[in-house]
Every structure is written in C-alpha cells, then in structure tokens.
C-alpha cells in the first residue's frame, strides 16, 4: 500500500502499512531462544544437583547406625516340631 499524492493522511512508520517482511517478523530468529532456554534448564538442574551433592557429602551423619549389641553366650534351639 502505497501513498498517493492526493492521501492528505500518509501512512506513519508505526501504523503498520508499510512494513516489509523483515520489518513485520520482530527480528525473530527461530531456534536461538529454544537452544538458550535448553542449556540454561540443563545449567541449573546441574547446579543443583551439584550443590545438593556438596550439601550431602558436608553434613554430619543425622542418624548413626545403632551399636551392636553384644551376643549372647546361650543359644537357644528352635521348638520341636509342632509344638507352640
């Protein structure tokens, strides 16, 4: 759309009717957000992950296993078949 010499209103740079397909698109390139959002998910679940290790191997054991108790110098046979 062209302006003509009797339009007393010519088309502004801003209204939209005279943008070309670059101008139109909003200099968006296909891919390039896709790829960064990507790595940056990777970046952050390893970062995590990486901390949460650290987290792990630093802090003192919570619950220590419990001593083992001394055996007992008796043993005990089992019942006799079927007696309760």
């Known amino acids: 759309m062209t302006a003509s010499q009797d339009d007393p209103v010519a088309p502004q740079a801003g209204d939209g009717a005279q943008k070309s397909d670059v101008d139109a ?9 896709r790829w960064m959002l990507r790595f940056g998910l990777v970046g952050a679940v390893g ?17 220590p296993p ?8 008796q043993t005990e046979s089992p019942p006799p078949h079927g007696a309760m």
């Open 66 to 73: 419990a001593p083992q108790q001394a055996q007992s110098t």
């Open 47 to 63: 970062v995590l992950g990486a901390a949460y290790l650290w987290y792990i191997a630093v802090q003192p054991n919570a619950n």
């Open 25 to 33: 698109s909003g200099g968006v390139e296909t891919g390039r957000v």
